[in-house]
T-cell receptor, first 113, second 111 residues
Framework: ETGVTQTPRHLVMGMTNKKSLKCEQH?????MYWYKQSAKKPLELMFV???????ENNSVPSRFSPECPNSSHLFLHLHTLQPEDSALYLC????????????FGPGTRLTVL | DAKTTQPPSMDCAEGRAANLPCNHSTISGNEYVYWYRQIHSQGPQYIIHGLKNNETNEMASLIITEDRKSSTLILPHATLRDTAVYYCIVTANWGNEKLTFGTGTRLTIIP
């Protein structure tokens, strides 16, 4: 138990569906992150939020839309995904942006049909 | 551009010390060495980090060479639960520096 929870743990969706991934951290951290881990590829940083403001977007397609309503919650809204978007989506938090001791959630395993 | 080089896989007998090497010959003066591990189907877990001195915590020890061009993560008494992919990451600890994960070392603990 890292103090970072993610729901759902598994998600199967069609290419025309809209779904959202949720992340919650109970650590009082100010920075939150979304990562993508595809099969046989390293983790890729997608988005960084610091104090609820997006500070980095690593050229992620617009079909992925993050939202950070407060410092404890982070969402990833998904729409019109492609099969190649199937991956493990990981959320992480850290005390501040740039502090690299990050705490990761268990991830959401996403399958796009 | 990979800042670190790690062997793709290693085996270690249960109960023995697991020594995982990492080369980072281009490390700069303000960059730290971080170690994370990822057990199958879980999120990565922070293990330890250091700048130039050796570090130890309840999970592991980190030995950094004097020239800082390489380091070794030591798990003193490996258990089956230590089977995981271990990532060595070099990054500055400020501002917009981020963790960049490579392919790591797949460590298998043999009963």
């Amino acid at each position: 138990e890292t103090g970072v929870t993610q729901t759902p743990r598994h998600l199967v969706m069609g290419m025309t569906n809209k779904k959202s991934l949720k992340c919650e951290q109970h650590l009082g951290h100010n920075a939150m992150y979304w990562y993508k881990q595809s099969a046989k590829k390293p983790l890729e940083l997608m988005f960084v939020y610091s104090l609820e403001e997006r500070v980095e977007n690593n050229s992620v397609p617009s079909r992925f839309s993050p939202e950070c309503p407060n410092s404890s919650h982070l969402f990833l809204h998904l729409h019109t995904l492609q099969p190649e978007d199937s991956a493990l989506y990981l959320c992480a938090s850290s005390q501040e942006e740039g502090v690299n001791e990050q705490f990761f959630g268990p991830g959401t395993r996403l399958t796009v049909l | 551009d990979a800042k670190t080089t790690q062997p793709p896989s290693m085996d270690c007998a249960e109960g023995r010390a697991a020594n995982l090497p990492c080369n980072h010959s281009t490390i700069s003066g303000n960059e730290y060495v971080y170690w994370y591990r990822q057990i199958h189907s879980q999120g990565p877990q922070y293990i330890i980090h250091g700048l130039k001195n050796n570090e130890t915590n309840e999970m592991a020890s980190l030995i950094i060479t004097e020239d800082r061009k390489s380091s070794t993560l030591i798990l003193p008494h490996a258990t089956l639960r230590d089977t995981a992919v271990y990532y060595c990451i070099v990054t500055a600890n400020w501002g917009n520096e981020k963790l960049t994960f490579g392919t790591g070392t797949r460590l298998t603990i043999i009963p």
